[in-house]
């Protein structure tokens, strides 16, 4: 079968940094990807890894490692802004199947 | 400004009933996607299309049923077949894959 797993709550400090991990299963795998989302509203596109290693786009950076079906989100200068939900998500074959994991909880405490 | 608009933002419906959402990107993606959301969990797949007059079922179709008659739309039906509808309901699209792809703001439905 395919699944997803990644911790349900991660506790940070304003200014700190935080990784959250990313393990799957899944067959014909296409790429890893990241979204927030903040309660009540629309997950938001944060990254995507299709190839082995580290994709870095500001604050953010995605990290793919492909032979041991593991991923990492991390978040750096964590603000209080970033206090939100964060899911992983692969895609099968083709990619259009995305299976979302249960999303990581982060709170960044002052 | 270009995006994805779902309507209505909140919807009630009473048992037995149909019911449409809607969903609009003037993006000129060619895939769009409906997910399904509970509580504290993650998203599922209903249904998705890769391009006009065509689509596909996700992981959790039945119940659910679409079209895809113009680029820009997707609507999606919450027939009374669905067991347990109450849920927000969030529509994509994607210039490529679903990997990187854009949600509209959603659709809190409730039966009633």
């Known amino acids: 079968g395919q699944s997803l797993e990644q911790p349900s709550e991660v506790t940070a400090v304003e200014g700190a940094i935080v990784q959250i991990n990313c393990t799957y299963q899944?067959?014909?795998?296409?790429?890893l990807s990241w979204y927030q989302q903040h309660d009540g509203g629309a997950p938001t596109f944060l990254s995507y890894?299709?190839?082995?290693g580290l994709e870095e786009t500001g604050r953010f950076s995605s990290f793919l490692s492909r032979s041991d079906s593991y991923g990492y989100l991390l978040l750096q200068e964590l603000q209080m802004k970033d206090s939100a939900s964060y899911f992983c998500?692969?895609?099968?074959?083709?990619?259009?199947?995305?299976?979302f994991g249960a999303g990581t909880r982060l709170f960044v405490k002052a | 400004d270009g995006g994805i608009t779902q309507s209505p933002k909140y919807l009630f419906r009473k048992e037995g009933q149909n019911v449409t959402l809607s969903c609009e990107q003037n993006?000129?993606?060619?895939?769009m996607y409906w997910y399904r959301q509970d509580p504290g969990q993650g998203l599922r797949l209903i249904y998705y299309?890769?391009?006009?007059?065509?689509?596909q079922k996700g992981d959790i179709a039945e119940g659910y049923s679409v079209s895809r008659e113009k680029k820009e739309s997707f609507p999606l039906t919450v027939t009374s077949a669905q067991k347990n509808p109450t849920a927000f309901y969030l529509c994509?699209?994607?210039?490529?894959?679903?990997?990187?792809?854009?949600f509209g703001q959603g659709t809190r439905l409730t039966v009633v």
């Open positions: 994509a699209s994607s210039p490529r894959t679903a990997l990187e792809a854009f």
């Open positions: 899944t067959s014909g795998f296409y790429g």
């Open positions: 890894n299709a190839l082995d």
């Open positions: 998500a692969v895609g099968g074959t083709g990619g259009f199947k995305t299976i």
């Open positions: 993006l000129n993606h060619d895939a």
């Open positions: 299309s890769q391009i006009v007059n065509d689509f």
